[in-house]
């Protein structure tokens, strides 16, 4: 099976690495040199790979253009980004990516991760179909590629000839379901047990997009480390703008520049995130996590995280508990 890296101007590299490293053990594992890997640019040119600094680390050297090359599937890397915003000024910048892509014979597979998917939703190639992404770009998927079949809920999906997985790591599943279909399981069992791989969570956790937000701006920090530290009865607008020393409607303002969320919808996906990794990492009964965050009715905090995360809170932990 020829399989086809792609490498492109900022593009998260690490990942082809990886892959191409794991299909390599499964080759001499299984005696066989099934996969060939073959290292391609849009256009044919060595590709200089940057790290988050945007200083050159290294660079790849391509063996061919996409369209010249005679493969059976393409692994499509992810770009770094941290908001959709950026997301749909960064899509711009590569209109020569999804034109190829576009390009490419119908019989070819396209494999994609992490931010790749908008790439593989842009040329249309996953119309109809379904396809996962992070969790924080939802959003501006659904709203950008509304033809696409989105299953948010899953880290990755395998049905048709294409492939999508969210998160950077997303060629983990990737390359063992390949693994697995080609040699079978003990041969990637095998795999796993040697090189240590950990198994790929199959359902994405809904608050990973808080995680992400608290990372980048001072003012959302400020704002995360109060709503934790405050019952949620307590939690208003006015009293954290007080708290803030801002007006209501500036503070309004900014947390939905920096989050596409209302100020009332961002306080409430704090605490129900503050209550999620409670569910994961205790053992506290739920009923006891609603009353320790400060919810005036435990009912009403089973309702609202069900309609934020799609999950009873049973059925999170169930899911996701470590």
Request: net charge positive.
């Amino acid at each position: 099976m020829k399989i086809g890296l792609l490498v492109y101007p900022g593009c998260v590299a690490s990942g082809l690495f990886a892959f191409a490293e794991l299909l390599e053990v499964a080759n001499k594992r299984a005696g066989l040199p099934l996969f060939t890997i073959h290292w391609l640019g849009v256009d044919g040119k060595d590709v200089q790979i940057t790290a988050g600094n945007k200083i050159p680390v290294t660079t790849i050297k391509v063996e061919a253009a996409v369209l010249n090359a005679s493969i059976d599937a393409l692994l499509i890397p992810g770009f770094w980004t941290n908001h959709p915003r950026h997301v749909e000024r960064t899509i711009e910048t590569y209109k020569p990516l999804i034109s190829t892509l576009k390009k490419l014979p119908i019989s070819t597979q396209l494999w994609g991760y992490c931010t790749a998917v908008c790439v593989m939703a842009a040329s249309g190639r996953i119309d109809n179909q379904p396809a996962t992404a992070t969790w924080w770009l939802a959003d501006f998927v659904q709203n950008n590629y509304p033809t696409v079949d989105w299953s948010f809920s899953q880290t990755y999906t395998f049905e048709g000839q294409n492939r999508t997985a969210s998160g950077l790591n997303g060629y983990l599943p990737i390359a063992q379901a390949l693994i697995e279909e080609q040699f079978g399981h003990e041969v990637l069992r095998d795999i796993i047990d040697l090189m240590i791989i950990p198994k790929p969570e199959k359902s994405a956790q809904p608050f990973t997009q808080i995680k992400l937000i608290k990372l980048n701006d001072k003012l959302l920090r400020e704002i995360y480390i109060w709503v934790e530290r405050t019952p949620a009865t307590e939690l208003t607008i006015a009293v954290l703008a007080k708290h803030l020393k801002q007006t209501e409607r500036t503070l309004a303002r900014k947390v939905k520049q920096g989050t596409n969320l209302s100020l009332a919808g961002f306080m409430r996906l704090i605490k129900l995130h503050q209550a999620s990794e409670l569910l994961i990492y205790s053992r506290r009964p739920i009923n006891l996590i609603s009353d320790t965050l400060g919810f005036s009715d435990d009912a009403a905090f089973r309702r609202t995280f069900k309609k934020v995360s799609s999950y009873t809170p049973s059925e999170y932990r169930q899911e996701f508990q470590r």
